[in-house]
């Protein structure tokens, strides 16, 4: 079975080569790229992400990626935010005030309550919510994922949330909007649940390329 080709966006700033390692190993032929033609002949995209939103915006608009992430968003193809990958998909964020998202999912990144430790780094289990995503198929009911974060995403529409955990509030875990879907946690760092859910993006990704 061919591996369809992923694209995994490199705008210079964290270790985005431990998304692209992970996709690999679930069977995408995964290329960190910044390469319009690349990202335009990819059956998927994945935007991962570590780091402050604002100088996290700033990479990907400098690296030209911002017209080509809803390029691909609108063409319909598989596409996949990672921790601040997913943060940069909302409108903008209380971390960098004034600094606008790719605004591709409505709503407000927001701190974790000044109650609980932040960063939460720890696995934690997922609430998955009604019949659960695509991304879920044949993962545990309560998967385990790890999370390294300060802020969450809190759309304008709830019924995009797909799955939540307990951290001092109910935390968005993953978001479904369309052909699009993003997580909070590290899959690539999740152990076997983690390499599950991105197998069933790669699964997703082979279905364009057929």
Known sequence: MNAPLVAVLDYGIGNLR????????????????????????????????????????????????????????????????????????????????????????????????SSVKRPQMQWNRLRVRGGGDAMFASLPPEPWMYFVHSLHGVPSDQSSIVATVDYGCQVTAAIRVGNVFAVQFHPEKSADDGLGLLRNFVDAARLVAA
């Open 18 to 113: 431990s998304a692209q390692k992970a996709l690999q190993k679930v069977g995408a032929d995964a290329r960190l790229t910044s390469d319009p033609a690349v990202i335009r002949d990819a059956h998927a995209a994945v935007l991962p992400g570590v780091g402050n939103f604002g100088a996290c915006m700033s990479a990907v608009r400098a690296a030209g990626l911002e017209d080509l992430v809803h390029e691909r968003i609108h063409g319909g193809l598989p596409f996949l935010g990672i921790c601040v990958g997913m943060q940069m998909l909302f409108t903008e964020s209380e971390e960098s005030p004034g600094v606008t998202g790719l605004d591709v999912v409505s709503g407000v990144v927001r701190y974790l309550p």
